[in-house]
């Protein structure tokens, strides 16, 4: 058995509203090995983005424990948290968050750029065209957002999130935003990269797309269970 990138234990999440406590994630197991690739699906409050926040070290869990790679990372400082995040999380969003004043290299060498010196110009460089040639988009280098397709935009974020070698992939509706043509081709490339050992968590609300994985969980009023109703085949 491959080595375990994410587990957690009764991890939850509550907030306060107006005075009352709303629990947004209950007790969530989780266990994700090395290679993985697995779907979080469930319907619009249903929990499944509070939990990739956590996953993602973007949110602290009100109680419960999770671990990356092994390690437990409920008690880190937030300084701490933002140096993991940075280089063992890569992140790819429905609306890409990309910068529009950067050219498609600039945006994939930013998780770099924030790492305080530890990479010099030409190294940034370099690796971001390693990243963007992966995605097929080294010839796109130099432009920017509003000069790339919606499909292009994404793959330039899939980039960003590889640029950094990260454990793991987290991916929110990576084809949320784009028509049915493209978001196949995103999917492909995502399933291209999983078979090469990436780890892949990915939200979505499309069974076609989720049935890309290796397991399918579903969120229901903030309890993940496994989809004993899906059957995934590859």
């Known amino acids: 058995m491959s080595a375990e990138i994410i587990r957690t234990e009764k991890l939850t999440r509550a907030?306060?509203?107006g005075g009352n406590v709303v629990t947004a994630l209950r007790e969530a197991e989780l266990?994700?090995?090395a290679g993985e690739f697995i779907a979080l699906m469930g319907a619009s409050g249903s929990g499944k983005s509070t939990l990739l926040n956590l996953l993602g070290l973007l949110d602290r869990?009100?109680?419960g424990e999770y671990w990356l790679e092994g390690a437990a990372v409920s008690s880190l400082r937030r300084d701490e948290l933002a140096d993991l995040r940075g280089k063992r999380i890569g992140f790819v969003f429905q609306n890409f968050n990309l910068l529009p004043r950067y050219s498609a290299w600039e945006n994939v060498a930013?998780?770099?750029?924030?790492?305080?010196?530890?990479?010099?110009?030409?190294?940034?460089?370099d690796r971001a065209r390693e990243a963007l040639a992966r995605v097929q988009l080294e010839h796109r280098l130099e432009?920017?957002?509003t000069e790339l397709s919606g499909g292009e935009r994404q793959r330039v974020a899939i980039a960003r999130a590889l640029v950094t070698q990260?454990?793991?992939i987290l991916a929110d509706e990576p084809t949320g935003n784009l028509d049915s043509n493209t978001?196949?081709?995103?999917m492909r490339l995502l399933k291209e990269l999983n078979a090469e050992g990436r780890t892949i968590v990915m939200v979505t609300h499309d069974l076609n797309v989720a049935r890309h994985a290796n397991r399918i969980y579903q969120m229901r009023d903030g309890v993940l269970e496994i989809s004993e109703a899906v059957h995934v085949t590859h």
């Open 61 to 63: 869990a009100t109680a």
């Open 110 to 125: 930013l998780p770099l750029a924030y790492r305080q010196g530890e990479f010099r110009g030409q190294d940034q460089l």
């Open 15 to 17: 907030y306060s509203m």
């Open 166 to 168: 990260p454990a793991v």
């Open 31 to 33: 266990v994700v090995h």
């Open 183 to 186: 978001g196949v081709e995103i």
């Open 143 to 145: 432009h920017n957002p």
